[in-house]
């Protein structure tokens, strides 16, 4: 069985409970609390020396950390990663632009607004913030107008990474009244099979 240290508030986390679910997976939920600490305890930094959650341990008690690595590992041969190499250099594409583009500033700021920010030193990066996600969101609805998915018009884990943290990016602030295509495909996904909420395991 899967054993899965995740926080439930984090989007990160919630990829991997969303694929787990969307492949019908079984799996123990080990919460960490980050606000106290517990994934920089001496025990935690020796299953991850990143101090960082998500982290998956397999059956064989290796354990792999990055969500979106874990996205990878756990669609390995699913309808979830396309087969076809163009295509899954296309997921990987997502992965990467979620990382880089879309996490570091709507999850950052959403971070910051739902714990007591932002403070003054966050205020003096909030507008570069809002402007880097903004665009990333502007990206992702070129796509999704002339698409239902991501990539190749089939569902994919690059649809989870970014759906992850595009569905709660309002909590951050983030205003997506001028982003239909983005609404649409969030409303496709929460219609999808064994869909879970961000709360949910
Ligand atoms: N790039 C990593 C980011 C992981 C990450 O930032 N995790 C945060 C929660 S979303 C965390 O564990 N923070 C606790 C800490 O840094 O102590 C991933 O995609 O898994």
């Not at 930094?45 to 792999?64: S, T």
């Not at 796509?143 to 569905?167: C, G, M």
């Given at each position: 069985?899967?054993?899965?240290?995740?926080?439930?508030?984090?989007?990160?986390g919630y990829k991997i409970r969303l694929l787990l679910?969307?492949?019908?997976?079984?799996?123990?939920?080990?919460?960490?609390?980050?606000?106290?600490?517990?994934?920089?305890?001496?025990?935690?930094?020796?299953?991850?020396?990143?101090?960082?959650?998500?982290?998956?341990?397999?059956?064989?008690?290796?354990?792999?950390?990055?969500?979106?690595?874990?996205?990878?590992?756990?669609?390995?041969?699913?309808?979830?990663?396309?087969?076809?190499?163009?295509?899954?250099?296309?997921?990987?594409?997502?992965?990467?632009?979620?990382?880089?583009?879309?996490?570091?500033?709507?999850?950052?700021?959403?971070?910051?607004?739902?714990?007591?920010?932002?403070?003054?030193?966050?205020?003096?990066?909030?507008?570069?913030?809002?402007?880097?996600?903004?665009?990333?969101?502007?990206?992702?609805?070129?796509?999704?107008?002339?698409?239902?998915?991501?990539?190749?018009?089939?569902?994919?884990?690059?649809?989870?990474?970014?759906?992850?943290?595009?569905h709660v990016a309002h909590e951050g602030g983030f205003?997506?009244?001028?982003?239909?295509?983005?609404?649409?495909?969030?409303?496709?996904?929460?219609k999808r099979d064994r869909h879970v909420l961000i709360?949910?395991?």
């Amino acid at each position: 069985m899967y054993r899965l240290y995740d926080f439930l508030p984090s989007g990160n986390g919630y990829k991997i409970r969303l694929l787990l679910n969307a492949l019908d997976l079984s799996y123990d939920l080990i919460e960490v609390d980050i606000l106290k600490g517990e994934s920089r305890t001496e025990e935690f930094l020796k299953l991850n020396a990143n101090g960082r959650i998500p982290l998956l341990q397999l059956e064989n008690g290796e354990c792999l950390a990055e969500s979106n690595a874990i996205l990878i590992y756990l669609a390995e041969n699913t309808p979830l990663l396309p087969e076809d190499r163009l295509d899954k250099a296309r997921v990987l594409q997502w992965l990467f632009f979620e990382q880089y583009n879309h996490e570091p500033n709507i999850a950052v700021v959403r971070f910051w607004m739902t714990h007591g920010g932002p403070t003054e030193e966050q205020k003096a990066q909030l507008s570069a913030k809002m402007a880097g996600g903004y665009a990333a969101l502007d990206v992702m609805e070129k796509r999704l107008t002339d698409q239902n998915w991501l990539v190749s018009d089939t569902f994919t884990v690059a649809d989870i990474a970014l759906y992850a943290y595009t569905h709660v990016a309002h909590e951050g602030g983030f205003d997506l009244e001028d982003y239909p295509a983005i609404r649409n495909w969030m409303e496709r996904i929460v219609k999808r099979d064994r869909h879970v909420l961000i709360t949910d395991h």
